[in-house]
């Protein structure tokens, strides 16, 4: 099974400034066809998990642009710029190389200062 | 506007069984695989099942292949989880959601307890 990373476990960023999280997979999750299948989900407190990048870099429909996700074939970064209340959660990286099967990293908890 | 909205959880004893469904709305449903994840408290995301749209593929996470059985009607608009062998480590908030796991659901709370 394809593991995915996650760092750091938590971040704690004051509103206005940028944050990155971090998601490393075991294996490349490159696919033969230039797809790279790493997806990122936020999920509010109390709330289900919301998509907001799929394929490694496209932004999902109704997510801020704010929101920025990139990598290679291993590492890959979601990046939140001029962060405020409403980005405060938990975020999932998670991959989909081996279609239809999931996994997902442990989670980062995003917090305000 | 996509919904998905779970129903069917509650508390069983180990070892018996409890069938979950998901009622879809807002989309064309019989053109999109669907998946159930499940959130166990205070843990992360772990994938359960997938089906595609016609229900021609099938796939299972190992800790759940023999005890449950995804499937799907699509004159229903609903996707369902038949979960059979319960285990306390089955305890968990349990979400549908449309591939790629784009919409979810609100979940639905199995709890595995004597």
């Known amino acids: 099974d394809i593991v995915m990373t996650q760092a750091p476990l938590s971040v704690s960023v004051t509103p206005g400034e940028s944050a990155s999280i971090s998601c490393r997979s075991s294996k490349s999750l490159l696919h033969s066809n230039g797809i790279t299948y790493v997806y990122w989900y936020l999920q509010k407190p109390g709330k289900s998990p919301q998509l907001l990048i799929y394929r490694m870099s496209n932004l999902a429909s109704g997510v801020p642009d704010r929101f920025s996700g990139s990598g290679s074939e291993t590492d890959f970064t979601l990046k939140i710029s001029r962060v405020e209340a409403e980005d405060v959660g938990i975020y999932y990286c998670?991959?989909?190389?081996?279609?239809?099967?999931?996994?997902f990293g442990g989670g980062t908890k995003l917090e305000l200062k | 506007e996509v919904q998905l909205v779970e129903s069917g959880g509650g508390l069983v004893q180990p070892g018996r069984s409890l069938k979950l469904s998901c009622l879809a709305s807002g989309f064309t449903f019989s053109n999109y695989g669907m998946n159930w994840i499940r959130q166990a408290p205070g843990k992360g995301l772990e994938w359960v099942a997938s089906?595609?749209?016609?229900?021609?593929?099938?796939y299972y996470a190992d800790t759940v292949k023999g005890r449950f059985t995804i499937s799907r009607d699509n004159a229903k608009n609903t996707l369902y989880l038949q979960m059979t062998s319960l285990r306390s480590e089955d305890t968990a908030l349990y979400y549908c959601?449309?591939?790629?796991?784009?919409?979810w659901g609100q979940g639905v709370m199995v709890t595995v307890s004597s």
């Open positions: 959601a449309r591939h790629p796991l784009d919409y």
């Open positions: 998670g991959q989909l190389l081996e279609n239809p099967t999931w996994t």
């Open positions: 089906i595609s749209s016609s229900s021609s593929y099938i």
